[in-house]
Structure formats: C-alpha cells, structure tokens
C-alpha cells in the first residue's frame, strides 16, 4: 500500500472540533478566577483543533513515500495508473494547509493570551472559520488522494534486486501456462494498467538468488506502434524491469495467430527490448512438422522447443535461464 486512509474533510472538522470540545470541557471545574478561566477554554479549544487538524495531516505526508525516490517502475506505474503531477499537487495543497493552520493557530494563541472572554470567545469562533475553510479548500485533494489510494493498493510487489525476466508472445501461446511452471503453482497477481488480466509475479531459486518471472497479459502480445500514449508508458516502465526476455511462439497455431504475425512481433519487441532473448517454441506437443519451423528457429535469438504442459523441453529452458542469469549476476556484481 503506497497512501495510507485518507479522512474525508468532513471527518477532519468533526474530529478537531468535538476534541476541541472536550479539552475545554475539562476546563469547566478548574478554580480559578472566572476570566481567567474562560480563557483558558477558548484557547485550549483553539489548539486542540489546530492540533488535531494538523497531525491529521501530517500523517497522510508522512505514511506517503517521497514519489521522486520510489523505484522508477513504481513512479511510471503510479503515473499511467493516477498521474504524478495530481498526486504530487494534492500532495502539495495538504503540506500547505498544515502550513496556514500552524500559523493561524500562532497568530490567535497570541491574540487570545490578554483578551477578556467576550473578546476570547469571538476570536475563537472566528479562527473556527478560518481553519473549517482551509480544510474545506483541501477537499477535492483529499477525494483525490483517496481516490488514488483505492487505485493504487494492488500495486505488484516487485523485487528490484532480483534479475527479471518478462514473458512476451500473442494470447494463447502459453505465457502464463509457462510462468507456472517456471515458479510453482501461485504467482502473485496485481492490478497492472491496461490489461484486464493484472500483472503475473512468480520467482524461482537459482543458486544464492531468485529469479523475478513477470508476465503482463494484455500488453506485450501487441505490436507497438498499434500502442496508445499511455500503453506505451506502461511499455516502458516494463522495459526498464527487464533484464531478460522470454518470447513465446505458438507455432502449432492453436493460439489463432500465423507464425508469421508472431514472428513480426518478436521483431516488433526485439527493438523495444535490448535485453536478451530467448525464444520458446511452446505446444512442440502438438506440431508435426518440425521443418516448417526451421525459417524462424534459424532466425531467433537462444531457440528452445517446449511442450510447456508436457514438461518437454523445460530443463534446457532453465539451464538456459540460468546461464544467463549467471551472466547478468556477474554483470551487475561490477557495476
Ligand atoms: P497465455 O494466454 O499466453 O497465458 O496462454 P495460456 O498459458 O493460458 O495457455 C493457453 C492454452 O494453451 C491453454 O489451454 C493451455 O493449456 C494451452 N497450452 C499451453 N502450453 C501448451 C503446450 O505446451 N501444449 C499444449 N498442447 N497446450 C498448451
């Protein structure tokens, strides 16, 4: 979860004023000279209320992460899903209206310290004004800020540290049949803009590390330049995970896509991507002729024939993966 509960600004003005109440309530029996005493209530009242509206708000700045120094996938997935620029101006008006609030309640404690009580109790309904119109200002923040909260709690957990492979290929190639198989039975699944399906997270042991498997239904089974704005964003932010990629052909075309349309998007993704490749040749259960395949095994990078539901070919995959994953180690062991 990235924003914590964000109160409604009716909740914030009850919430202040009806402490504010009983923490001058509590005043009522003190002895001490009259005028003196109701004094002390307006003023206890107007702190108590600037108090409790302020570490309201300041918890909300406070639970949220700094957005500029969250991880790049989060900040791109936060603004495809939300918008950065809306959640950092709400962000921006909560922090001010602590500042007016701080301010006002200095302004009126000073005011208030040698006043009689009619004078007390007018200054007092007057900075209640004054603070209910602040927060009231803050409203549609705060709706925001809730709003992106609902939007924003199944962000997938992503390991940063770990080397990511992304599954690519049309729909019905086997991609998540595959990820299965690769990390167990349950991979995480999260919201993810733009495809219906959510994010797919699994992991494999490998060595001393894991390995991250990621597969995004519903975004890399498309050509790019069929991509709107945002899909791309998305595109990217993923390209930024990546530091290997496994694309999956189909090529008994039980998927309902030619080779040939695959293959173009394979050379589609190749110059999105520039990480390595390697190239799944899935259902090999179901293909009888093998040479028709010959064209395109010959033309892809790391080729490996799979039967993803009969296991075939998964140990070669995997000895493939963990080489490459040797090399990446060592790689990012450098730098
Ligand atoms: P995705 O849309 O790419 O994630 O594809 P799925 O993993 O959902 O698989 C689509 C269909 O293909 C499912 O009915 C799978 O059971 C089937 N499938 C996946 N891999 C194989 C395979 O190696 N052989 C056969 N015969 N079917 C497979």
Redesign the pocket.
């Known amino acids: 979860m990235i924003i914590p509960d964000i109160p409604t600004y009716k909740e914030i003005l009850d919430k202040a004023f009806s402490r504010a109440r009983k923490s001058g309530e509590k005043l009522r029996t003190l002895r001490i000279p009259r005028n003196v005493k109701y004094r002390r209530i307006e003023e206890t009242k107007i702190q108590t209320a600037c108090d409790v509206m302020i570490s309201t708000l300041k918890r909300i700045l406070d639970k949220t992460p700094i957005i500029d120094e969250l991880p790049e996938f989060y900040q791109d997935y936060i603004d495809v899903t939300v918008g950065i620029d809306e959640l950092k101006k709400s962000l921006g008006a909560i922090n001010r209206a602590i500042k007016i609030i701080s301010q006002l309640k200095r302004e009126y404690t000073k005011r208030i310290k040698f006043s009689s009580p009619k004078e007390a109790y007018k200054l007092r309904r007057e900075i209640y004004g004054r603070i209910s119109s602040v927060i009231k200002e803050i409203k549609d923040d705060l709706d925001f800020l809730d709003f992106a909260k609902n939007r924003l709690k199944n962000m997938p957990t992503i390991d940063f540290d770990a080397v990511t492979v992304v599954i690519a290929?049309?729909?019905?190639?086997?991609?998540?049949?595959?990820l299965r198989k690769l990390t167990g039975a349950n991979p995480e699944v999260a919201e993810y803009p733009f495809t219906t399906k959510g994010i797919q997270i699994g992991y494999r042991k490998i060595g001393w590390g894991k390995l991250q498997v990621v597969?995004t239904?519903g975004l890399l089974?498309r050509p790019v330049d069929k991509m709107n704005e945002i899909e791309l964003q998305a595109l990217v932010a993923l390209e930024n995970l990546a530091d290997l990629m496994i694309f999956?052909f189909d090529p008994?075309e039980?998927?309902g896509y030619p080779l040939e349309k695959q293959f173009a998007l394979y050379k589609n993704l190749r110059k999105v991507f520039n990480v390595p490749i390697i190239s799944v040749f899935?259902?090999?259960?179901?293909v009888e002729n093998l040479k028709y395949l010959k064209k395109y095994i010959n033309k892809v990078e790391n080729p490996i024939l799979?039967?993803?539901?009969?296991g075939k070919g998964l140990k070669k995959l995997i000895a493939k993966l963990e080489e490459l994953y040797e090399r990446l180690e060592r790689k990012i062991w450098k730098t």
């Open positions: 290929g049309y729909p019905n190639v086997g991609k998540s049949t595959l597969d239904p089974d999956i008994s039980t998927c899935n259902k090999i259960d179901l799979v039967s993803a539901t009969e």
